[in-house]
C-alpha cells in the first residue's frame, strides 16, 4: 500500500473536490482512500510514504488522439519537402516517414512518445498508428512497449488506400487481429479501436471489409474532415458530405471517436449527437496544418461529447488546453468562450471516453477508481483553492511541472526520474533509429 501526501490534492471529484493539505491511498491498482493527511496516516501506518513535497496531486492526464509513429520526427527536415497544402503536408511528411518505418522503428517511436507522455503526466493514450513499410505485428510491437514502461494505451492502426490494396487490406487485418487479442484479454492497460485515416483516403467498399473485420468488436478511430479535400471528395464521389458517408457504412456510434471535424455542418453535427459518436479536437496540430479551427463551441452546444488530443503536435496536455482557449476565442472574435469547454473536454470528457475503454473509472481521486495520480511542482504565489483551480491549470501549470507519474498504481516517474527503466539505453537505440530512417528519408548513406 501506498500513500501519497504532502501536498494539495486535486481530486476532480464533485462530492471532494479539494484538500489543501491531503494524501491518497493506493492499494495496488486502485484507490483506495482520499482525505487529509493527517487522517490518512493514521488510518492507513503502514502504507508506504511517497512524498509530494509541496506540489499538487492529480488525477493523470489523458490524450484522446495522438500518433507514435511521428515519434522519431523531431528535429527532422526532408530535403525537397516544402509543402504549400495539407495534402503536401501528409504526403511529404507523415505519409512519407510512415512508408519508411519498420517494426524497429516503429518501437523506437512508441518509446520515444511514451518516456515524454510520462514526463508530462500522461497516464492514458488513444494511439492512432501507421507505419505502411512493415504492417503486421505493428500494433503488438507497441502493446509491448506500452506495457514495459507501463502507461495505459488504446491503439489501432490507420487502414488507407493510399499505398494500394495489397497495404490495405493488410491495415485491416492488423485492426483485426489486435481487435481480437484486446477482446480476449479484458486487459484494463490495453485497448483496442479500429482505425482509418482521411475519408478522401477509403472508399465504400473499404469500410465494407472494415466493418465485416471488425465484427462489432470495438468502436473506430477515424479522421475526419480535417482538411477540405475530405468534403470535396465525399460530395465528388458519392454526392453526400463526410458524416453521411459514415452514417451510411455503419461507421458511427457510441463506441467510435471522430478525430478534427473541422469542415462539418449543423446537419453532420446533429448526426454525430443522434449517434452518440465522440470527437476529438487537437487544437495546437490543426493550427500547424493551418486547416483551420473546429467548431468545438458549435458541437458542444448540441451535446456532443467532444475530448481533447495532441495529434502528436506536443505530448503536454495542459499545452493543448492553453492553444485550444487561444483559438476558440481568436476564432469566435470573443474573449469570454471556451474556458468551460476546455477544461470539460480535457478533464471530463477524456476520462469518460478512457474509462469506457478501460472499464475502471479513470481521471478522479475517488475510492475505487484507477490509481493514475501525478504530482505536479507548483507553487502558487497567488491564492490556489477550488474555487480557481482551473485558472491555475490553464496560465501556470505545463506538462513539464510534472514531478511524479503514477499509472495503474505503478510509480514509473518519481522525482523527476524514471523508475526501473533505463533511460539512457533506451534513447541510445533510439536515437540509432532514427538515424536510419533520416538517412533513408534523405536518400543518405548511414
Known amino acids: 500500500m501506498l500513500l501519497l501526501g504532502n501536498g494539495r490534492v486535486i481530486t476532480r471529484d464533485p462530492l471532494n473536490p479539494y ?59 526532408i530535403e525537397g519537402n516544402h509543402p504549400s497544402s495539407f495534402y503536401e503536408i501528409l504526403d511529404g511528411t507523415w505519409w512519407n516517414i510512415d512508408r519508411h518505418l519498420t517494426i524497429d522503428g516503429t518501437r ?26 512493415e504492417i503486421e505485428g505493428s500494433l503488438f510491437a507497441i502493446r509491448d512497449v506500452c506495457t514495459e514502461l507501463g502507461i495505459r494505451a488504446c491503439l489501432c492502426y490507420e487502414v488507407s488506400e493510399r499505398d494500394g490494396e495489397e497495404k490495405c487490406l493488410a491495415a485491416i487485418r492488423e485492426n483485426g487481429s489486435f481487435a481480437r487479442w484486446a477482446a480476449a484479454e479484458g486487459s484494463d492497460m490495453i485497448a483496442a479501436m479500429f482505425g482509418g ?3 478522401f483516403t477509403i472508399s465504400d467498399a473499404t469500410f465494407e471489409k472494415m466493418v465485416e473485420e471488425n465484427n462489432g468488436l470495438t468502436g473506430f478511430h477515424i479522421h475526419v474532415s480535417e482538411g477540405m479535400d475530405d468534403v470535396y471528395d465525399s460530395l ?15 461507421i458511427l456510434g457510441e463506441k467510435t471517436m471522430l478525430g478534427h471535424c473541422i469542415h462539418i455542418n449543423p ?21 500547424g496544418n493551418a486547416v483551420g479551427c473546429a467548431p468545438v463551441l ?3 452546444e448540441k451535446g456532443i461529447p467532444v475530448c481533447m488530443g495532441t495529434d502528436a503536435y506536443t505530448h503536454d496536455m495542459l499545452e493543448s488546453l492553453k492553444v485550444f482557449l487561444a483559438i476558440q476565442r481568436h476564432h469566435a472574435c470573443l474573449p469570454d468562450v471556451a474556458w468551460g469547454e476546455g ?18 473509472p479513470l481521471g478522479m481521486l475517488r475510492k475505487d477508481c484507477a490509481a493514475d495520480v501525478i504530482v505536479m511542482d507548483y507553487k502558487p504565489f497567488t491564492p490556489f483553492s477550488d474555487e480557481n483551480i482551473d485558472g491555475h491549470m490553464i496560465f501556470g501549470m505545463t506538462g513539464k511541472n510534472c514531478r511524479t507519474t503514477i499509472v495503474n498504481g505503478r ?10 527503466i533505463d533511460e539512457d539505453k533506451i534513447n541510445a537505440r533510439t536515437l540509432e533509429q532514427s538515424k536510419k530512417l533520416w538517412s533513408e528519408l534523405n536518400n543518405r548513406p548511414y
Request: hydrophobic share 40%.
Open 108 to 133: 523506437a517511436s512508441a518509446y520515444a512518445t511514451i518516456l515524454d507522455s510520462l514526463r508530462n503526466g500522461v497516464t492514458t493514450i488513444f494511439d492512432h498508428h501507421a507505419s505502411y513499410r
Open 343 to 360: 477544461v470539460t473536454m480535457l478533464f471530463d470528457n477524456n476520462a469518460r471516453i478512457a474509462s469506457q475503454y478501460f472499464g475502471t
Open 236 to 250: 465528388r464521389r458519392y454526392g453526400t458530405r463526410s458524416v453521411h458517408r459514415l452514417l451510411h457504412n455503419g
Open 19 to 77: 484538500l489543501e493539505d491531503g494524501a491518497v491511498v493506493i492499494d495496488g491498482t486502485l484507490i483506495r482512500d482520499v482525505g487529509p493527511l493527517s487522517g490518512m496516516k493514521e488510518a492507513y501506518p503502514d502504507a508506504d510514504f511517497l512524498d509530494a513535497h509541496g506540489g499538487v496531486i492529480m488525477p493523470g492526464l489523458i490524450n484522446a488522439h495522438t500518433h507514435i509513429y511521428s515519434g522519431l520526427a523531431r528535429g527532422l527536415s
Open 411 to 420: 510509480v514509473v516517474w518519481k522525482d523527476r526520474a524514471f523508475v526501473g
Open 197 to 199: 485515416h482521411a475519408l
Open 267 to 287: 446537419a453532420e453535427m446533429d448526426i454525430i449527437r443522434e449517434t452518440g459518436t465522440w470527437v476529438v479536437n487537437n487544437p495546437e496540430s490543426n493550427m
Open 298 to 300: 458549435q458541437m458542444m
